[in-house]
């Protein structure tokens, strides 16, 4: 698929507060290991997978699926699709992830 725009952001569109919110609630919620590539797909990880996983990725996340939070940044999406001239059909989204970094964790996109 050729696209003119790989991306689009916007600068400061949601205000610090819901922000805050965001992050008071991820923080509550209970975490599990990241996953990336292959190691999503196994039912479950020996201490060799995850000492590998951690090689590549290294964090934390929980999984935001609440009506308030989309109701804020769902109409960024639908502008943003429609300013970056991908007009894509969607009426779903999946459920947000939160990640969680703690000292010294990290993940390395470039594997």
Not at 44 to 63: E, G, P, Q, V
Not at 70 to 83: C, G, M, S, W
Not at 91 to 101: A, P
């Amino acid at each position: 698929m050729n696209l003119k725009n790989y991306y689009y952001y916007f600068q400061e569109a949601l205000t610090p507060r819901f922000c805050d919110e965001v992050i008071k609630y991820g923080i509550s919620k209970q975490e599990q290991l990241a996953l990336t590539g292959s190691y999503g797909k196994k039912k479950s990880l020996d201490k060799k997978d995850i000492k590998d996983l951690k090689k590549i990725r290294n964090s934390n996340i929980t999984w935001l699926n609440d009506r308030w939070i989309y109701k804020e940044i769902q109409p960024y999406i639908h502008e943003a699709n429609r300013l970056a001239g991908w007009n894509f059909n969607w009426d779903f989204s999946e459920s947000c992830q939160f990640t969680k970094y703690k000292l010294n964790q990290f993940y390395d996109w470039h594997c």
